[in-house]
């Protein structure tokens, strides 16, 4: 309805020239230097901005505020550095890394999974309506010290709630994508004599897709704060472990720079993701908000 | 071909019944074009519906070919007001849903989609989505994504009402010319007098709600007909006013019962 970029041809002539979709756009006009359509203005302001902040910190220490509580973004570079160095850091983040890996595969696919057999058969989902909304409503940080008791001390205690912090935002994302699938367009393949799976599989899904990939990447941060909790209260292995080692023992250096490799692995994380999404969901228009973010 | 005998149809759902549809009875030959005109909210649409299948008449028989239909079919084709394209397809993709739906393989389905899609003069867009197209260009493909299973019967709700007069008029003008290569039969829903008639072999008139047929016409202008001039033949004007005449007593008489 809103596309202007190919103009309709007034004329029906098969042969007439028409122009590929995206080729002809007008050439914009360059915008203003403070605009947030200024690509180039607001990296360099972002880089400023960082560079203030750390500057900032660097030359406050232990003269604004003590050094020992806040550590300085140098010496948190050097223990990067040194973590990096450190084969027991590796050992650390494979653990936490499986731990993740597992909890999100186990917490979104039983999400997506559910929601998708709660959408195709409303009776249950009605049913079950009340006790998923108060499931969902219990802190599931609160339950993290029973979770020890119920699974152990090893891995799976802390697979599982990951998994229950992934699990809730997948399975509601995916029912109300599927419950929000236009009637027009699965009447469109019924018309065509489509089977009920054929629906299912060609309109439904696809149409939820957008919901369920955004479940998949907003849920995905969840899955390691559930992991690095359940390492925080009983572990002897992993990041959640380690960073509570140093901040145990007034290390504020050690566990700033455990932070930031956590930060870091995160965006890398959906870093993919957003481009996993970007080339499943590349039918969607982009919005202007989205175009802007990413510059 | 296609025979509709005593068909009521009843909403029930809502705090009052509506009868969208009572009594209607209309019975089309192979091969011809009917338009099929009334005020807004006399069951034209409703009565689309029931003959595509995908809800029954309340009561009464509709039957394709001699045979009573049952839940949709692949004789018949509807194609919307809406063009309802998935989004997440691209042009080539949409066109050729209905062979990918009926297993047709994919070499041969992207054969016959291009064919369509060229006959329509959209080559060139074939792996556009649907949102980089206009809406003229999105009405085509949804056209021809009907076209392309070739049903029997192809049922048409306003396929036109949300477009420019001039796309309208071309669009017009290419269904047309591909009709007139294919003579399916075909029944067209429309609020627009003047294309009911350009259109059409039949036209009916119905009442408005509930909705009854009020007149059946023959529009006695020779084929291939030039719908760009279309108005200004005697047949086309005599035919106009006729209806022209009938359709606001309907419309009266809607806003009383309304």
Same mark, same amino acid.
């Given at each position: ?29 360059? &915008? ?17 901005? &960082? ?18 509580? +806040? ?34 595969t ?24 009340? +006790? ?5 409503? #219990? ?18 205690s ?34 065509m ?77 959906? &870093?993919?993701?957003?481009a ?20 | ?13 809502? !705090? ?5 549809l ?56 509807? #194609?919307t ?21 009926a ?27 649907? /949102? ?19 049903p ?20 017009? !003008? ?10 399916s039969?075909?029944l ?7 294309? !009911? ?15 009854? #047929? ?6 006695? #202008? ?6 760009f /001039? ?18 606001p007593?309907?419309?009266?008489d ?5």
């Open positions: 309805m809103t596309s202007v970029d190919t103009p309709d041809q007034p004329t029906i002539a098969a042969g007439a020239p028409v122009a590929p979709p995206r080729a002809a756009r007008a050439p914009r006009a360059p &915008a203003p230097w403070f605009s947030p359509e200024n690509g180039a203005s607001v990296q360099l302001s972002r880089i400023l901005f &960082a560079l203030m902040f750390l500057a900032a910190w660097e030359f406050g220490a232990d003269r604004l505020f003590d050094s020992f509580f +806040f550590s300085t973004p140098l010496r948190i570079l050097a223990q990067v550095a040194r973590e990096l160095l450190d084969p027991g850091f590796y050992r650390d983040l494979g653990v936490t890394a499986l731990e993740m890996g597992v909890g999100f186990v917490g979104a696919g039983s999400g997506i999974g559910l929601g998708v057999l709660l959408a195709r058969w409303e009776y249950v989902a009605k049913v079950l309506d009340p +006790f998923l909304l108060a499931l969902y409503s #219990i802190p599931r940080i609160a339950l993290a010290p029973m979770l020890i008791v119920w699974f152990g001390i090893g891995y799976s802390k697979i599982f709630l990951g998994a229950t912090l992934v699990f809730f935002i997948t399975f509601f994302n995916t029912l109300s994508g599927i419950r929000s699938v236009d009637k027009a367009l699965c009447d469109v393949a019924r018309v004599k489509a089977t009920e799976w054929q629906v299912f599989r060609k309109v439904m899904l696809p149409s939820a897709s957008s919901w369920i990939l955004t479940s998949v990447k907003i849920s995905l941060p969840f899955a390691l704060v559930g992991v690095i909790l359940g390492e925080f209260l009983v572990s002897s292995q992993g990041l959640g472990y380690r960073l509570n080692r140093y901040s145990t023992s007034y290390n504020i250096t050690g566990a700033l720079a455990i932070v930031f490799l956590m930060m870091t692995i995160m965006l890398m994380l959906t &870093a993919i993701t957003n996993v999404e970007a080339r499943v969901l590349r039918w969607r228009p982009q919005s202007s908000a989205e175009r802007v973010a990413q510059t | 071909m296609l025979q509709i005998e005593a068909v009521r149809k009843e909403f029930t759902g809502g !705090a009052v019944p509506v009868v969208a009572a009594a209607v009875d209309l019975a089309i030959e192979r091969g011809e074009f009917v338009t099929l005109v009334g005020p807004s909210g006399c069951g034209k649409s409703s009565l689309l519906t029931l003959i595509s299948g995908l809800s029954a008449p309340s009561s009464g028989h509709i039957r394709i070919a001699g045979r009573n239909i049952a839940g949709t079919d692949r004789d018949v084709g509807f #194609i007001q809406q063009d309802n394209l998935f989004p997440w397809r691209t042009l080539v993709d949409n066109v050729a849903l209905s062979l990918e739906l297993g047709v393989p994919a070499a041969a389905r992207r054969r016959e989609a291009d064919r369509w899609i060229k006959r329509v003069g959209l080559d060139g867009f074939e792996q556009a989505y649907p /949102h980089q197209l206009s809406g003229g260009m999105r009405q085509r493909a949804n056209i021809i994504r009907t076209l392309i299973y070739e029997s019967v192809i049922l048409m709700d306003e396929p036109f009402g949300p477009l420019d007069a001039q796309t309208r008029l071309s669009l017009q !003008a290419l269904l047309l010319s591909i009709w007139e290569s294919q003579r039969t075909v067209f829903v429309t609020h627009d007098l003047t294309e !009911a008639i350009a259109l059409a072999d039949w036209v009916v008139l119905m009442s408005a709600r509930p909705g009854r #047929i009020v007149r059946v016409d023959r529009v006695d #202008i020779p084929r291939p007909r030039d719908i /001039h279309i108005h200004d033949l005697p047949e086309f004007r005599r035919l106009y006013d006729a209806l022209w005449r009938d359709l007593a309907q419309v009266d809607f806003r009383r019962h309304a």
